[in-house]
Nanobody, 122 residues
Framework: QLRLVESGGGLVQPGGSLRLSCVAS????????IGWFRQAPGKEREGVSC???????WYADSVKGRFTISRDKAKNTVYLQMNSLKPEDTSVYYC????????????????WGQGTQVTVSS
């Protein structure tokens, strides 16, 4: 059974950091682009970052320079390091997997995790 599980969310003060993890089971990341998305209350889900199997990465302008996506092949895990967090980063964060080249288009993603809540507040 193919499954993605996110972890690492929580409550953090503005300016703080969190590292989200996304672990795959039932398949390996080879040939998959992994994306991180987020959805705040009352807003549409948006793409945050993605990483293709050949190392191409993309970041939304709103997180560029603050967030870093990375892969650990041995652990079948993808991370999203989030630094200098702002209240507007508060959202449920989802990881997802798309078979093929780098994409942040949601309909390209076949598998989704259940989400992890990130709250940035003083």
């Amino acid at each position: 059974q193919l499954r993605l599980v996110e972890s690492g969310g929580g409550l953090v003060q503005p300016g703080g950091s969190l590292r989200l993890s996304c672990v795959a089971s039932g398949f390996t990341w080879d040939n998959y682009t992994i994306g991180w998305f987020r959805q705040a209350p009352g807003k549409e889900r948006e793409g945050v970052s993605c990483s293709s199997s050949d190392g191409i990465t993309w970041y939304a302008d709103s997180v560029k320079g603050r967030f870093t996506i990375s892969r650990d092949k041995a652990k079948n895990t993808v991370y999203l390091q989030m630094n200098s967090l702002k209240p507007e980063d508060t959202s449920v964060y989802y990881c997802a997997a798309a078979l093929g080249p780098n994409t942040i288009v949601e309909v390209d993603y076949d598998y989704w995790g259940q989400g992890t809540q990130v709250t940035v507040s003083s």
